[in-house]
């Protein structure tokens, strides 16, 4: 299993980006798909997470009303739209998979059975 996520960069505070998540060795549309971040110094969290068949997603206060997850199951990916991303978003993003439901507990990290490399995003004041 891999997933790899890209998208990541440098931008001024207020832009956009897209992350993408990629996926393969899985059937992508039986798993749940999360987004973490881990800013320098600090603990991995919890940023978005959707149901595997999409429709239903979840999100950490932090990012509610700025970031948009979405799948295509089609493209094996999923998506994180990121607007008027602030300094406080500056982090290592992480896709993971999880095969269990994501109605329970969707910020858990432990519940996730794979995990990307990462894509740094960095948001300049």
């Known amino acids: 299993v891999q997933l790899q996520a890209s998208g990541g960069g440098l931008v001024q505070a207020g832009a956009s980006l897209r992350l993408s998540c990629s996926a393969s060795?899985?059937?992508?549309?039986?798993?749940?798909m999360g987004w973490f971040r881990q800013a320098p110094g600090k603990e991995r969290e919890f940023v978005a997470a959707?149901?595997?068949?999409?429709?239903?997603?979840f999100y950490a206060d932090s990012v509610k009303g700025r970031f948009t997850i979405s799948r295509d199951n089609a493209k094996n990916t999923a998506y994180l739209q990121m607007n008027s991303l602030k300094p406080e978003d500056t982090a290592v993003y992480y896709c993971a998979a999880r095969s269990r439901s994501v109605y329970y507990a969707p910020s858990d990290m432990t519940r996730y059975d794979y995990w990307g490399q990462g894509t740094l995003v960095t948001v300049s004041s």
């Open positions: 959707i149901r595997s068949s999409g429709g239903v997603t």
């Open positions: 060795g899985l059937t992508f549309s039986n798993y749940a």
